[in-house]
């Protein structure tokens, strides 16, 4: 069953590699992120995307949040992120593709645990991509509160976009 | 059970995305690799690595490979295969921060087929890049035989499984 709004959005552990702005070429040390800790009294935008370096991620989905996220912050975001279950160091490589910095923050969730405690989670391997695959969504999290849920319905960005976020700030 | 030498290379499905040198950052279909078929009467050189874009299989591992494929060629390689439990997607863009062009196939066994076929698979969950992935090594696979393996007793290190160590194989 799928997160929804009221609900308070799960305690798992994602990773990432942080940007380094004295170092931007450099492949850092990945680091944890509780969700909890990180996000308590926080305003966050987190989107989903089924792949990093896919077409519809690449072309149509991730732009729109590398575009927007000032946007997002000036209507009070405190926190935009992307997750997806690629591992850190590609999520890291992907952000860099955009040249992200620290306005987005690449989160992996390798193990699946953030998609299933969401109920957001599918199978990749009849397209060979593998077991665990985040569906493509987004959420704005207020202290730890789910107030908006868009879960893609289709192939496509639509609910899940910068655009229909940004409207909901 | 973990693959040998003299054994039959086992036949899985890879996917990758070919490199097209008419438009290098196009991303175009998606390929099937049927090992069998694709190895089947060549001398392939086959390495596995636990990450792309990770520091030691990019820093390391796969520059020397980019940079000796000639020299592998020149004694009787024709397929260089790089794999590892990322996705196609993943590979071709990584196969493109690396540089590679057509001199590695730069392939994905994100479903742990290969992986599990071999007994090379190795869980890494706890370094956040999943529970079904490839640890480190290389083989040269003759014909659909394995000719030589060499697999890293450290995963994060490159020794056995570095360009020239290869390269003496031949």
Redesign the interface.
């Known amino acids: 069953m799928a997160i929804k709004i009221g609900d308070i959005f799960p305690d798992t552990v994602l990773t990432y590699v942080p940007y380094d702005a004295k170092n931007p070429e450099a492949c850092g040390l990945p680091q944890q992120l509780k969700t909890h800790e990180v996000f308590r009294g926080k305003k966050v935008v987190l989107f989903a995307v089924p792949g990093a370096f896919t077409p519809t991620c690449s072309e149509e989905h991730m732009p729109g949040y590398v575009r927007l996220a000032g946007d997002m912050k000036s209507k009070g975001a405190d926190i935009v992120a992307c997750v997806a279950s690629n591992d850190q160091f590609v999520m890291h490589a992907w952000g860099k593709s955009y040249s992200v910095k620290d306005d987005i923050l690449m989160l992996s969730d390798a193990n699946g645990e953030l998609g299933s405690a969401l109920g957001l989670v599918n199978d990749g391997s009849a397209r060979r991509m593998g077991p665990i695959r985040l569906a493509r969504f987004a959420l704005i999290i207020d202290d730890l509160k789910v107030i908006y849920v868009g879960i893609e319905p289709a192939p496509g960005v639509s609910v899940s976009g910068a655009p229909a976020v940004l409207a909901k700030l | 059970m973990t693959i040998k030498v003299g054994d039959e290379f086992p036949e899985v ?1 890879l ?1 990758y995305v070919p490199y097209d040198a008419a438009a290098p950052n196009a ?1 175009k279909g ?1 390929q ?1 690799l049927d090992t069998k078929k694709a190895f089947s009467g060549k001398k392939v050189v086959l390495i596995g690595v636990p ?5 030691t299989c ?2 390391q591992h796969i520059p020397p490979y980019v940079a000796k494929a000639d020299e592998l060629k020149a004694k009787g390689v024709d397929l260089i295969v790089c794999v590892s ?6 590979m ?3 196969g493109k ?1 690396e540089k590679v062009a057509n001199k590695i196939l730069m392939a ?1 066994d ?3 087929d290969l992986g599990r076929a071999t007994g090379l698979s190795i869980d890494l ?1 706890n ?6 992935r490839l640890t480190r090594f290389v083989a040269i696979i003759d014909n659909g035989k394995v000719a030589h393996l060499a697999v890293e007793p450290d995963p994060t290190e490159v020794t056995v499984t570095g360009a020239d160590k290869t390269l003496s194989a031949l």
């Open positions: 499905q996917k991303c998606p099937l990450g792309a874009f990770s520091p990019s820093v439990g990322n996705d196609f997607f993943v071709e863009a990584w921060q994905g994100a479903n742990g969950s370094a956040g890049l999943g529970a079904v």
